[in-house]
């Protein structure tokens, strides 16, 4: 990953996620200054914040966007982001970047789908699925999103489905495995479907207890744990190599407040370096330096997995 | 009475039906072929 100019990187939020944003920063040597969502504003002297606190993000991404600083949100509310990609001209207007989703799912999904997208000629279909929370915002978040309505990708056309249907059973690399997994309220799909406009079938899935969905429309019933036990990612592309259909499926295990932790930072540390446009973009889009940004989670301790089946 | 035991046997039936189920779908056992392989992203 190139050096990062003097400038400093905020992060907003002092959990989970963004003190793994902090901790790789640090890690990497880099300055870094930390708000809570209260005192945001002390942040207004950095080239990049980082946003970290749970949802909302889009009105103090517009804040800063207003300030000429650019915003890495690791948010991943589908109405929030949605609202963050309406920023565009504004984003344009003051020469400022805006990375929408910049975490786990969406995120590092993102850029594993830029990299296995060379395996192929070309690719049609994306698959993502997710397991595990990051601190007690992400736990609401996917309580939150099981209750709703999901969006998915068909033929060329939004379907609207509701949440918490379409059980798939969805093998995770070790020690997560097999996990029953549901359609959720997602963003996945449409920052997907902007990283490979020609895709026909884009679908995003969590895993979920039979509690989760059962009291997803009621108040959580408990108080959600500090951070999720154990996380894992997993993100089949199908498309057509060498003339014939193939599918490639690659996987993380690891916490998933680990792994948004790390794409926040490198992220940040990519727009900070100057070399992404001005606007409002996702990981995994050509105008993002993917390859970089997922070498730097690999060498901040992310490990990447293959699934490699048979024909039986 | 008459409704007591239409209630019984629907049970049982009902019960044979589960059991039949639960019997035919014990032989399923999960994927064993294939696994994870750790890779590095190559350039």
């Known amino acids: 990953m190139t050096s990062a100019p003097t400038s400093s990187i905020g992060i907003v939020g002092h959990g989970i996620v963004g003190s793994r944003t902090a901790l790789t920063l640090q890690t990497l040597g880099h300055s870094v200054k930390v708000a809570s969502l209260r005192t945001a504003t002390e942040l207004f002297d950095c080239s990049v914040v980082v946003l970290a606190h749970g949802a909302p993000h889009a009105a103090l991404a517009s804040t800063f966007i207003a300030q000429g600083i650019s915003v890495v949100s690791t948010g991943d509310n589908l109405e929030d982001v949605m609202s963050m990609l309406d920023s565009q001209e504004r984003a344009e207007a003051r020469n400022a970047v805006i990375v929408a989703g910049a975490s786990c799912s969406p995120g590092m999904s993102g850029l594993l789908v830029s990299h296995m997208r060379r395996a192929f000629e070309s690719i049609d279909e994306v698959h993502t699925a997710v397991h595990g929370t990051g601190g007690p915002m992400c736990a609401r978040q996917h309580h939150d999103s099981l209750a709703g309505l999901s969006v998915g990708w068909h033929d060329g056309e939004w379907l609207q489905r509701p949440a918490g249907s379409g059980r798939e059973l969805c093998w995770f690399p070790d020690p997560v495995g097999a996990r029953d997994c549901y359609r959720f309220a997602s963003p996945e799909p449409v920052l997907m479907q902007r990283v490979e406009p020609g895709l026909q079938r884009i679908t995003a899935r969590v895993s979920a207890t039979r509690r989760d969905r059962l009291t997803a429309r009621l108040p959580m019933l408990r108080r959600p744990h500090a951070e999720g036990l154990e996380g894992a990612l997993r993100v089949e592309v199908r498309g057509v190599r060498n003339g014939r259909r193939h599918v490639e499926i690659v996987g993380i295990a690891n916490k998933v407040g680990s792994i948004s932790g790390v794409v926040a930072a490198h992220t940040a540390l990519a727009v900070a370096t100057g070399v992404v446009p001005a606007g409002v973009h996702n990981l995994g889009q050509a105008v993002l330096p993917n390859a970089d940004i997922l070498d730097g989670a690999v060498n901040s301790g992310i490990t990447l997995h293959q699934f490699v089946g048979t024909d039986q | ?43």
């Open chain 2, 1 to 43: 009475m008459k409704f007591i035991r239409q209630v019984l046997l629907a049970i049982s039936i009902a019960g044979m039906v589960a059991g039949v189920l639960r019997r035919r779908t014990k032989g399923v056992v999960a994927p064993q072929q294939g696994g994870w392989r750790e890779v590095t992203p190559q350039r």
